[in-house]
């Protein structure tokens, strides 16, 4: 727990002890999210040199920066073996490395061998979503909605040229696709291929009409929908993934309110001691621990 904010000088020793006692391997841990992919590199590397047994490392970092993949990445290329991740990044405060993107990272970029069928990601981590109430963002690495769509006129462009001009991620091996989409920043290029497809040989000009009222109404696109939707999924995020005082207090008094089953036999107090009373407070302070 929190081991990155010890010097490794004094855990090398500590990972030779568990390792004399049986243990395979042993978890690197930076669980408040300090680290970043440089000292997490310095670090690991300093473990292993003042280690004397062979013992797998592992990693588990946490996202308070939003380094925490980068910072496992970083801890694999020093030499961990075993990483921890969770699927979304669930986990305490920012969450932790997540699955999905060090799963594609590892495979893409580091050519490791894995055994994951990444055709598996996007299920995965939809079930996950729709089980813990915590939704996936549209911009999200590897599995958010918006990844593989393209709206720049550059970009499209670019695509219909070579796909690797702007995807570096290849949505196949995932089960995807990549896709055009019209907005205030599309060009001309994608108007003239969705006319084409239609068998429209369109003058420029009326490209360029079209073009300019495609973006007239994107722009002007009412946003109070997306303003309700924010402020429903903010109300479920507070009702769903916290425990109210409300329900706390109800908890508290029904349980108070219940008889209590006395002890058969008498008991006594030492001589010159009271009973001691405990009163709930309706406050709606919380303790601080």
Not at 164 to 193: D, Q
Not at 232 to 254: G, H, Q
């Amino acid at each position: 727990e929190d081991s990155v904010r010890a010097d490794p000088r004094q855990l090398a020793p500590l990972f030779d002890r568990v390792g004399e006692l049986g243990a395979v391997s042993a978890i690197v841990c930076d669980t408040v999210g300090v680290m970043t992919p440089q000292t997490m590199d310095h670090h690991v590397r300093a473990l292993r040199d003042g280690m004397k047994r062979p013992l797998d490392l592992g990693i588990h970092c946490h996202n308070d920066y939003g380094l925490a993949t980068a910072n496992t990445l970083s801890a694999v290329g020093a030499g961990c073996t075993v990483v921890t991740s969770t699927v979304n990044g669930l986990g305490e405060r920012a969450g932790n490395a997540m699955f999905e993107e060090v799963v594609c990272a590892l495979d893409d970029l580091y050519q490791a061998k894995l055994t994951i069928d990444k055709m598996t990601l996007m299920r995965l981590s939809d079930a996950v979503a729709q089980a813990s109430g915590m939704f996936i963002v549209p911009t999200k690495p590897v599995v958010g909605h918006n990844v593989f769509r393209h709206e720049s006129g550059v970009h499209v462009d670019g695509m219909l040229k070579d796909p690797s001009t702007y995807e570096s991620i290849c949505p196949k091996p995932l089960g995807r696709a990549h896709e055009f989409v019209l907005g205030k920043h599309s060009g001309g290029g994608l108007i003239s291929l969705m006319l084409a497809e239609k068998g429209i040989a369109a003058a420029p000009e009326l490209t360029q009409r079209i073009l300019d009222r495609v973006k007239a109404a994107k722009v002007s696109t009412n946003k109070a929908a997306i303003r309700v939707m924010a402020a429903r999924l903010t109300e479920l995020w507070s009702r769903y993934l916290s425990f109210s005082d409300e329900e706390f207090w109800a908890i508290v008094y029904e349980e108070m309110s219940r008889p209590v089953a006395r002890p058969r036999g008498r008991s006594t107090l030492a001589k010159g001691t009271q009973p001691i009373t405990m009163r709930a407070s309706r406050s709606r302070n919380r303790a601080s621990l």
